[in-house]
T-cell receptor, first 113, second 114 residues
Framework: DAGVIQSPRHEVTEMGQEVTLRCKPI?????LFWYRQTMMRGLELLIY??????IDDSGMPEDRFSAKMPNASFSTLKIQPSEPRDSAVYFC?????WGHGYTFGSGTRLTVV | EDKVVQSPLSLVVHEGDTVTLNCSYE??????LLWYKQEKKAPTFLFML????IEKKSGRLSSILDKKELFSILNITATQTGDSAVYLC??????????????FGKGTKLTVNP
């Protein structure tokens, strides 16, 4: 298995632009999570899905953030419009039902200038 | 609000030293506590602990949980430069959906010098 695959690895964009981050979870995993990591706040859960259905999006900072999971093998996290304070590493992770531990993707380092 | 606090925030040791990393937590309904190692990229899973007093061990790393005092420790013996990383502690609260929604601490940055 190739693990959780995220793209792009790095993204540099100008303030106000739309940014789309992509994730392919491990096949057969029922849960998909989007996390954001910064030095100040550590790893924060943004949203998670169970069987493609969003379960808890209480961590999404504001309406500029949205996430979708159109099928079991693909999810996107979109920021529109982006702001410099959105600069962070965004991780996608997946886990099997009742399994232990997540498998994280390699992350997308987002820089908004 | 569920919370995880790790200490120390950073630690510098010499190869061969033994280190102990601490994790304390507050969670409404506890299911498990997990340790991850994060080097340059994604966190990688080390241990999951659900029961008090039972040590989990993998090579030079070991961990134990105290559910009464709400903390866990991660021990690394005979440290090597390859152990340099950020070690993350996370707790999994019980949720209605039964999912693995983890709450992470900010991590302990360990630097092992040759």
């Amino acid at each position: 298995d190739a693990g959780v695959i995220q793209s792009p690895r790095h993204e540099v964009t100008e303030m106000g632009q739309e940014v789309t981050l992509r994730c392919k979870p491990i096949s057969g995993h029922d849960y998909l999570f989007w996390y954001r990591q910064t030095m100040m706040r550590g790893l924060e859960l943004l949203i998670y899905f169970n069987n493609n259905v969003p379960i808890d999006d209480s961590g999404m900072p504001e309406d500029r953030f949205s996430a979708k999971m159109p099928n079991a093998s693909f999810s996107t996290l979109k920021i529109q419009p982006s702001e410099p304070r959105d600069s962070a590493v965004y991780f996608c992770a997946s886990s099997p039902l009742w399994g232990h531990g997540y498998t994280f993707g390699s992350g997308t380092r987002l820089t908004v200038v | 609000e569920d919370k995880v606090v790790q200490s120390p925030l950073s630690l510098v040791v010499h190869e061969g030293d033994t280190v102990t990393l601490n994790c304390s937590y507050e969670v409404t309904n506890f299911r498990s506590l997990l340790w991850y190692k994060q080097e340059k990229k994604a966190p990688t899973f080390l241990f999951m602990l659900t029961s008090s007093g039972i040590e989990k061990k993998s090579g030079r790393l070991s961990s134990i949980l105290d559910k009464k005092e709400l903390f866990s420790i991660l021990n690394i013996t005979a440290t090597q430069t390859g152990d340099s990383a950020v070690y993350l502690c996370a707790v999994e609260p019980v949720t209605q959906g039964g999912s693995e929604k983890l709450v992470f601490g900010k991590g302990t940055k360990l630097t092992v010098n040759p």
